[in-house]
């Protein structure tokens, strides 16, 4: 399991949206990791990413409001952070387009998400979650 | 040789394992003990800044392959595209959190993307120094090669 409790927020709407965001991502990667040859998983690896850029730039907007509510002081580094992830997956997302849907080029995308979406959530996210504590403000959304 | 950087890539390493792998038992392992009969996956990140140079991370197979395995919980029998993409991207997270620590010491620096092998260059280094640790899941060695801008 992808998922880990440890990751948890306490703020009710990230928490569910960080799950969903695991599970799409777990999918992906056993798609992508499975040993079905690529013309048999491209389809399904092509919807998953469709999904995730949509659902990774609401995500990031949504973290970004509760930031902005609790006023958090790290937003604007924080943002930064999500824009490159997005602008990321953009330019993987056209380049693979372009490449005809190039395995490798999945592959690789793949593996850097899994590290960056692990040590998004168990480390820039858990400043959040700190803070709102600090402040006393970890409810406010629930 | 330690140089004085040695402890702020040890203290990043060491946390970024602990945090995004839980790994608790990280030790310090001299660089002459570090296995070199493994086949290595060798990433270097490119600093610029206060202090500019290279720093080449070097991970045996069966160290790239479990960290991938604690992140994604999936079993990972060999060093494919997906593997070292992630481990490049530990390498850069490492990066980051020794830019984060130097900034501490007033050194301003960044780090470029990392590329997969051994940087091609001839370059003399004042600050030239290893940092090996050892670790359950295996062996990572640093190659520290940086000069004062």
Known sequence: ?142 | MKTELYTPFLDATRQVLQTMLDLSDIAERSAEQFDEGQENLEIAVGMVGDLEGVITYRFPSNTSLNIVQILSGMEMDSVDDFVASAVSEIANIISGTVMTLLSADHLTCDILPPVQGRPDSQKEYTQHTQCCITTSIGDICLDIALNRA
Do not use: C
């Not at chain 1, 040993?35 to 970004?64: A, I, R």
């Open chain 1, 1 to 142: 399991m992808f998922w880990k409790d440890k990751y948890q927020l306490g703020v009710a709407l990230i928490d569910r949206e960080h799950k969903e965001l695991f599970r799409r991502v777990e999918a992906f990667m056993k798609t992508l990791r499975s040993n079905q040859s690529w013309e048999d998983k491209v389809h399904e690896v092509n919807e998953t990413l469709e999904f995730m850029k949509v659902y990774v730039v609401e995500h990031f907007s949504h973290e970004e409001a509760y930031q902005e509510k609790i006023g958090y002081p790290g937003l604007q580094e924080h943002k930064k952070k999500h824009d490159e992830m997005v602008e990321f997956v953009m330019e993987v997302s056209d380049q693979y387009k372009k490449n005809g849907f190039d395995q490798q080029l999945m592959q690789q995308f793949g593996g850097r998400l899994l590290a960056w979406l692990v040590n998004h959530v168990a480390v820039e996210d858990q400043r959040i979650a700190s803070y709102a504590i600090e402040k006393g403000v970890a409810n406010d959304e629930n």
